[in-house]
Structures are given as structure tokens and as C-alpha cells.
């Protein structure tokens, strides 16, 4: 086992299972970019609702929740919730077996980079199918593609409130009075594409947001007035998606000192020209060499992470390839605090063993429970702007005390078959502190040992 | 959620860290006394008009529209002085200021001039003149002068302290636990391994002081998240109180309380946001109440990164402003006065014709419960804590003198 196999798995992967190592060992940075290749997670995934089918539901329940029937409401929430321990059940078990954790790394931080949360009602039971369906078929595709991808999607729609944003000259906004939402037209500025520094104004923010007027969620034939603004021509619709030409803002649109045309592909002209934008390339760049390299990673790193993404016109392939190849990011520890998912997420892989299988919608609770009393609510950051990505984010005192709490109470259940100390070489090889391999060795119980693993200083970081 | 005993264990197993460490336990004893300060960020940026409607004034309800409340019965704002008024949510507040313990500023706002809730929250808790320019929050740098940069004295009520808090200075951080307790040996065993990890170690023995503290104080307190639809706020604020009010607690306080970025659908007297300022008032009260005592040493602060729109945006809600408003609460304050320079809601007077223009700083406020209540000397204030703050003077009148 080399140092590098071990950090292959711990730093670009989520945590050592039991032979990952060892297989990593040989060709670490050949193991990695094979995973780019690879993905063995769609069986995993095969069994959950679409999106369209998830939005004929809603809109067909929008009337009885507008009714305000409290039995009809409480069924709503409750199919949401069992909606979301379905989903969740899936990603941690693909968390916990799959082959490609570099690539599943890759997806989490995509989707942690396009947050959305259940935090929203009518966001939350899409959260699963946005990961699916937006994040994961372009985490190793065209950053352009992931992010037209992802604001089309009813999840981000209706989180950032584009889904009820209406141009105030355009007929519906004649006939309804209604108007203009900015959220997700600055949060696409701000947080998905330029960044906060990217150069842009409150003018191109109110810009963006008129362009992207009539970006909605297909809701069926709808109410009559609705039925008949749908009727205009120009109407485009899928996955869920529809763009209404009847409360699109009319006129051409001036962003970032660029003309775009009225109507729906105005918007993936202006959307296109963002994900290619060098500010997007320095954000991006920035973002990624802090999820893998440190919490202040080497300017050099980036730069080279930022050449990667203009060079390739933002080809994701390309820029986790550069990731790979960067010097920086095969230092040893400390390296980085894991967060609580990404530390749930290692314990269970490296001493899961059979217990793995049997995780479905019931067992999943007290894992998400888990996850946030250390911190971390899957999918649901505490704003658009996702997790924090820094040390300080997950060690504050209570933090700590939950983490070490949370793996003795895994350990009890999980520690009694094998031997601690071959479970602690397997999960760090040579990360593993001689320190740390004593204190196990000389642990009172298997279970204990294994608790002194999961709590141990090599193992929270990565 | 622990029980009582097993609180005791942990807190035994506590003492004993301390016990073999070189470290004073509790190095509060800077602060002459009781005095207790708590901040209430209130994440997401606050319709302070929504808050704090000027229901006197003339544009108030055309401007306003549907968001206006109405002039009486049912969703009618608390009157205050014929022109402001409270939210008809935040009756515990209006009683509050009937018994002169609540100030209120209209029309603050940070130095920071932009849109962005994530840049404004940086500048709100750096106390910096731009994002990012300050790399540690403002009440970590405060904690030192203080006296109070031990480790326990001061609680953020999260799992890890946010930015305002962090810093050089050692704080603690608190919320009730879901998890079964791990036994004290163990838990020694940790510690050791923890030796060569600064982070991990420090973190560990705050977080064992911190639950020693909470084991006495929050024994009754119900499970955050707990039942009804203000459960989670009151009942962090109850325990976050009782910790505070611990004779040997912590003496500053932090607490987040998120949900006010109301795009959509806002509501007027009732709706999203009055059920939000609902939580935020039944917290307030329990946070007084967990006091007990020593609320009548205690100043509590709240403010936003920012405000919203004043006219109702497309979508019934209202989008990022400027100027929100400041609550200052608690028993040392010089309560039922509003501190607003008025200048109306015309367009002309609306910063870039749609948001509330700022009067006050936020600085000024902090630095004068820093300067009046806490005894902060002037340089600390102006060089270490709020350095490049000298357009935002130490506001006076504050504290009840």
C-alpha cells in the first residue's frame, strides 16, 4: 500500500474500503482517471420517480393544496418526505459501494456547487431527481451542459423562484400585474457562474432575470387564462420544464455588454456565453482546488485548474483530469476536515461490510439524522450559496463532540466482527500514525478500537 | 437528547481534562460582573418595513400594496408612536417596549452597498468596510479586551461558531445533542490521541466544558426541533439562554436565526413572514425568560445583512435591499424610543429609487453597546475591533445608565 493509493482514496475518493488501497496502489492517478470513465451507479438509481412525472403530480395537487384540505396537505408532505428517504437511501448506498468514488466526489461537489434544498416546500421533493438527472450525466461532461441542465430544472426553478418570475410587459404581466423575481438571476451570477468578483452589475442582474422570464415548470393545460397564454407559439417543454412565451419579458436584452434576442433561446445564448466566461473559469478553478486541496490552496493551482477550463472550453473530463495531475493535491495530511456526510459516508465504507446492503428508505433516517446533528442536513444548505467548504465549518466544539460521539455509537454496532487494527491499515494505509495504531491495538474492545479509528485525526481529515 | 445523569458524566469527564491541563478553566474575570451581550444575526436579509412598518406615513400602503398592513382590526401593526409601529407577530416585543427594555433603529445597514446576502453577511460579521477584508469576525476580536478569549466565554448556540465568532480568540459552541453519549473513558482516550491536533483538541475540550455548563443549566430544556411551529427557534434560544445565565457560563452569545429571504409569496399580517417574526418573538421571550435574572445585565442585538425592496417585487415578495432595522433588547437598555431619521418613502429619497436608504450604521450600534455596556476602552474599539469604522461613532444613549 503507498502513500499515494492512500491518499488517492481518501483525498479524491470518500474513504478507503477494505482492498481500495491496495488496488489503488499501483497506478494511483491511472485509478483516478479510469473512474472518469466508468460509473456504475445508474442500477443504484433505477428504481426513483422523474422529474416530469413528479411535476404532473404537483400541479395536479396544487389544487387540493390550495383548497387548503389539511388532509390533503399532510399526504403532500408526507409523500415529499418519503419521496426524499427513497432518494437519500440511494445516494448513500451508492456513497457507501461504488467503484468511482472520485467521480461521486465530483457529483457531490457539483451538487453542492448548484445547491437546492427541501428547505422550500415545493422545491424539496426534486432535490433527489435534480441531483440525478442535472448534476450526475455531466459531472465528467461540459460544464455548459451541467449548467443549462440545472436551470432548466424544476428543482432550481422553483427554489430560486425563477418558476413564478413574469415580465411585466409581457402579456401575462399586462394581465395579472405581476412581475420581475431576481433570486435566481443573481444567484446564476453570483454563485453558479462569475462568482461574487466576476464583474457584473445590478443592471445585468435585473438583465438576466428578464431573460430568463417565462422559465418555468410545465404545468399542464392549466387554469383557462393559463390555457389560453399557453396557446402562444413558442412554447418549449421537457423534462418537466416549459418556457412560456406569454410571461416572457419582450425585447432584446443587453448582458455583460452582449445583445440577446428575446425569447427562450436568448436565454441559452446568455447562459451558454456565461458557462464560458473566464470569470466562471477563476470561480470554478478556485472552488475545486479548495473541495480537494486545502481550505487556501496554492495560487499555482488554480491558475493551472483555471487554464485547464478555458483551454478545453470548459470540459469537465478535462478539468477533474487537471485535478489529478496537480502536485498540490498529493501532499500528505492534514489536508482537509471531511464534512459529516463525506466522514458517515467513509466509516460505513470501510467497516459497513454486509450491513451495507440492507440500507433502504427505513434505515436511511438515522443516517441523515446523523449527519445533521454533526452539522450537515443532506440537501439542505443554509442558502443557495451551498456547505461551507473550510475546517472551521465542521469542528466547532459541539461539531467535534457529536463526531466522536456518532462513531462510537457506529462502532458499537458495526465493531465486533473484525479486527480494528487491519480495518485501520486498510482504511489509511500509510496515512495511519503509529500513534493511532497503538491506541487501537490497546483498545479495550474491538468496537472501541474502531470508535478510536473513526475519531482519530488521519481519519476526520482527508 | 442526553439526560441529566449522563450530562453529569460528561462534565465529570470534563473536569478532568481540565484538571490535567495548565489552563484556567473560565477566564471571564475581566468583566467586572454579570453583563451579558448576545448578537442575533438574522440571516437572509429582513423587510425591516415589514418589522417595523411607518404605517404614518403617507406613501406607506400605495408603496407598499399588498404587503401594506391594514390600517386596523385584524392585522393591524402594534402602534408605537402614532407614525412606527411592530409587526402585529411581535407582541412579546411590544410589551417589551411598553416596559421600555426594546430600542429600535430604523434604517441601518453595514458599510457594504451591494446585493449579495453572502458578501453582506460577511461584512455584517467581519465588521470590515468590504467583503473579505477582515479574515475573523468582529466579537472574536472583541473577546480578548474583554477578557473573555479562554474558551468559554463566549457560546455560539450552532455546531460550529459562525464568522462573527471565529477567530484567534478560543469560543465554544452548543446546541442540544441527538447522539447517546460516549463514556468518559473513551472519551479520555480521544483526548489523548487528539494531543498532536490542535484543532481536534481544543475543539473536544470546549465542547465537554460547554456540555458540563449546559448539563446544570438546560437539563429541562425540550429537543431543538422540537414541537410546533416555533419550537426550533424557542427552544435553542431557552437552552442558549440558561447557559448564558449559568453563574460560571459563558458571558456572550450568538445565535443564528435564518428564513427571511422572502422572494415570494411574503404575506402581510399573516403569511411566510408573520410567521417568521411569530418565531423570532416567542424566542426572544424564552431567551428573557432562560435569563431569569440576568436579563437585567444583558443587551441583545439583532440585525440583518441587509433589507428588501420597499415595493412588492413580481412574485408577492420583496428582493435584496439596503437599510433593514436593528432590535436592541434587555434589561440594560434604554428601552421604548425608536432612533430613525425619517425621510420618507418617495422614490427620490429610495436608494437607486427601491430600497431604503441607510441612516445608521450597524457598526455605530455594536460599538456603543461595546463602549457603554461592556466598558470597552475607545482605542480597542476603533483600532482592533472595528478598525476603519471612524465615519460610524460609538453610538450613544444605548445603555441605561
Known amino acids: 500500500m503507498s502513500l499515494e493509493g492512500a491518499l488517492a482514496a481518501n483525498r479524491f475518493g470518500l474513504g478507503a474500503k477494505p482492498g481500495e488501497i491496495e488496488a489503488a496502489s499501483t497506478d494511483p492517478k491511472g485509478w483516478l482517471a479510469a473512474q472518469l470513465r466508468q460509473d456504475d451507479s445508474a442500477e443504484r438509481f433505477s428504481k426513483l420517480e ?81 441531483e440525478r438527472e442535472a448534476i450526475r450525466p455531466h459531472a465528467t461532461g461540459k460544464f455548459a451542459d451541467m449548467l443549462l441542465a440545472v436551470e432548466h430544472h424544476p428543482a432550481m426553478q422553483l427554489y430560486l423562484d425563477n418558476a413564478q418570475s413574469i415580465g411585466p410587459d409581457s402579456m401575462a404581466g399586462q394581465l395579472t400585474g405581476k412581475g420581475l423575481n431576481e433570486n435566481l438571476g443573481r444567484e446564476i ?182 449527519a445533521r446533528a454533526m452539522g450537515e442536513m443532506p440537501f439542505s444548505a443554509p442558502s443557495p450559496k451551498g456547505w461551507p467548504d473550510s475546517a472551521s465549518a465542521w469542528t466547532g466544539s459541539d461539531a467535534v463532540l457529536e463526531r466522536v460521539e456518532w462513531g462510537h455509537a457506529a462502532a458499537q454496532k458495526l465493531g465486533s466482527q473484525s479486527d480494528p487494527v487491519t480495518l485501520a491499515d486498510e482504511a489509511l494505509g500509510p496515512l495511519l500514525e503509529p500513534e493511532t495504531r497503538t491506541a487501537i491495538q490497546r483498545a479495550a474492545s474491538p468496537a472501541q478500537g474502531l470508535a478510536l479509528l473513526f475519531a482519530s485525526p488521519e481519519f476526520q481529515r482527508r | 437528547m442526553f439526560d441529566r445523569r449522563t450530562f453529569l458524566k460528561i462534565g465529570a469527564a470534563c473536569a478532568a481534562f481540565v484538571a490535567a491541563g495548565a489552563r484556567a478553566r473560565f477566564a471571564h474575570a475581566a468583566l467586572p460582573d454579570d453583563r451579558r451581550f448576545v448578537v442575533l444575526i438574522l440571516r437572509g436579509g429582513l423587510d425591516g418595513l415589514a418589522a417595523v412598518p411607518a404605517h404614518g406615513d403617507p406613501d406607506y400602503a400605495t408603496l407598499r400594496g399588498a404587503l401594506a398592513l391594514p390600517k386596523s382590526g385584524t392585522g393591524a401593526p402594534i402602534d408605537l408612536d402614532g407614525f412606527f409601529g411592530l409587526h402585529p407577530s411581535l407582541h412579546n416585543l411590544a410589551e417589551m417596549w411598553g416596559e421600555k427594555e426594546l430600542a429600535i433603529f430604523h434604517n441601518v445597514s453595514t458599510p457594504y452597498r451591494d446585493r449579495s446576502h453572502f458578501d453582506a453577511q460577511n461584512v455584517l460579521e467581519t465588521g470590515g468596510l468590504s467583503p473579505h477584508r477582515l479574515g475573523d469576525g468582529w466579537l472574536n476580536r472583541a473577546l480578548q479586551p474583554l477578557g473573555l478569549d479562554g474558551g468559554s466565554g463566549a457560546l455560539a448556540v450552532a455546531s460550529s461558531p459562525p464568522l462573527l465568532l471565529d477567530g484567534p480568540a478560543r469560543v465554544t459552541s452548543w446546541i442540544p445533542s441527538r447522539m447517546p453519549a460516549a463514556d468518559e473513558e473513551f472519551l479520555s482516550r480521544v483526548a489523548r490521541l487528539y494531543a498532536r491536533d490542535a484543532v481536534f483538541s481544543t475543539a473536544l475540550k470546549q465542547g465537554l466544558e460547554t456540555r458540563a455548563i449546559a448539563a446544570q443549566a438546560t437539563h429541562d430544556v425540550p429537543n431543538a426541533g422540537g414541537n410546533g411551529p416555533y419550537g426550533a427557534v424557542t427552544s435553542l434560544m431557552e437552552g442558549g439562554g440558561k447557559i448564558l445565565a449559568a453563574e460560571n457560563g459563558p458571558r456572550v452569545g450568538v445565535f443564528d436565526v435564518s428564513g427571511w429571504d422572502t422572494h415570494f409569496n411574503q404575506g402581510a399580517g399573516e403569511g411566510q413572514l408573520a410567521r417568521r417574526l411569530a418565531a423570532l418573538d416567542e424566542g426572544l421571550a424564552a431567551l428573557k425568560t432562560a435569563l431569569g435574572p440576568a436579563w437585567k445585565r444583558t443587551v441583545i442585538v439583532a440585525a440583518s445583512e441587509f433589507g428588501r425592496t420597499v415595493a412588492v417585487n413580481g412574485t408577492g415578495g420583496t428582493d435584496h435591499g439596503t437599510a433593514s432595522i436593528a432590535f436592541v433588547l434587555g434589561g440594560a437598555v434604554t428601552g421604548g424610543t425608536i432612533h430613525a431619521d425619517w425621510k420618507g418613502l418617495k422614490s427620490s429619497v429610495l436608494r437607486d429609487g427601491r430600497d431604503l436608504p441607510a441612516v445608521t450604521d450597524t457598526r455605530a450600534i455594536f460599538k456603543g453597546v461595546l463602549a457603554d455596556h461592556l466598558g470597552v476602552a475607545k482605542k480597542s474599539l476603533e483600532e482592533l475591533i472595528f478598525p476603519d469604522s471612524a465615519t460610524a461613532a460609538a453610538r450613544k444613549g444605548i445603555i441605561r445608565v
Not at chain 1, 399526504?75 to 445516494?91: D, G, I, Q, V
Not at chain 1, 399542464?220 to 402562444?232: F, I, L
Open chain 1, 50 to 130: 422523474t422529474t416530469p412525472t413528479l411535476v404532473a403530480d404537483l400541479v395536479a395537487r396544487q389544487q387540493a393544496c390550495r383548497a387548503k384540505d389539511p388532509d390533503a396537505i399532510k399526504a403532500f408532505a408526507m409523500e415529499t418526505r418519503a419521496l426524499f428517504l427513497k432518494e437519500m437511501a440511494a445516494r448513500f448506498l451508492n456513497g457507501f459501494e461504488t467503484a468511482q468514488p472520485f467521480r461521486e466526489r465530483l457529483v457531490w461537489f457539483w451538487s453542492n456547487h448548484f445547491a437546492v434544498s427541501i428547505s422550500k416546500a415545493q422545491s424539496a421533493r426534486f432535490v433527489g431527481a435534480f
Open chain 1, 189 to 370: 451570477l453570483e454563485l453558479h457562474t462569475l462568482g461574487v468578483e466576476g464583474g457584473y452589475s445590478q443592471t445585468d442582474v435585473i438583465a438576466l432575470a428578464r431573460i430568463l422570464t417565462g422559465w418555468s415548470i410545465d404545468r399542464g393545460r392549466g387554469r383557462p387564462v393559463a390555457r389560453m397564454m399557453n396557446a402562444v407559439a413558442g412554447s418549449v417543454a421537457d423534462g418537466g420544464f416549459r418556457f412560456y412565451p406569454a410571461r416572457h419579458e419582450p425585447g432584446a436584452k443587453t448582458l455583460l455588454e452582449r445583445n440577446y434576442p428575446q425569447g427562450y433561446d436568448g436565454g441559452v445564448q446568455a447562459l451558454t456565453d456565461l458557462a464560458h466566461h473566464p470569470a466562471t473559469a477563476r470561480h470554478i478553478a478556485t472552488k475545486l482546488a479548495i473541495h480537494f486541496i486545502a481550505d487556501e490552496p496554492p495560487p499555482d493551482s488554480v491558475k493551472r485548474l483555471e487554464r485547464a477550463f478555458l483551454d478545453s472550453q470548459g470540459d469537465l473530463l478535462k478539468v477533474s483530469e487537471a485535478l489529478i495531475a496537480e502536485p498540490a493535491a498529493w501532499q500528505p495530511l492534514p489536508g482537509k476536515v471531511r464534512s459529516p456526510v463525506e466522514y458517515v459516508t467513509a466509516a460505513l465504507r470501510i467497516a459497513g461490510g454486509d450491513r451495507i446492503a440492507m440500507i433502504d428508505e427505513k434505515s436511511i433516517g438515522p443516517v441523515i439524522q446523523s
